[in-house]
Nanobody
């Protein structure tokens, strides 16, 4: 059974930083591409970033240059470093096993329960 548990969310002022973590278990983590997806109130899922099993990273244009995705295969952890946060980054952030449908805003693959990020002064 795939288990994904996110942490690290919170309230931060515009321009601030947060680091999200996702503890992964129940599957061969190092063989999976992994992603972060977010969902703001009243909106559909929005793909944020993907890190492939070989370490190649992909980012949505809205976060490119501000967010950094990384992984630790030994600890089976996924991370998202978020800098220069903006109010429009406010959303529930989910760790997910990657699936091409994520880039289309579909809720596919396995997801965690999410961690809330609120950017506000």
């Amino acid at each position: 059974e795939v288990r994904l548990v996110e942490s690290g969310g919170g309230l931060v002022q515009p321009g601030g930083s947060l680091r999200l973590s996702c503890a992964c278990a129940g599957f061969m983590f190092r063989t999976y591409d992994m992603s972060w997806v977010r969902q703001a109130p009243g909106k559909g899922p929005e793909w944020v970033s993907t890190i492939k099993r070989d370490g190649v990273t992909l980012y949505a244009d809205s976060v490119k240059g501000r967010f950094t995705i990384s992984r630790d295969n030994d600890e089976t952890m996924l991370y998202l470093q978020m800098n220069s946060l903006k109010p429009e980054d406010t959303a529930m952030y989910y760790c997910a096993t990657d699936n091409p449908g994520l880039r289309l805003g579909l809720r596919v693959g396995s997801w965690g329960q999410g961690t809330q990020v609120t950017v506000s002064s």
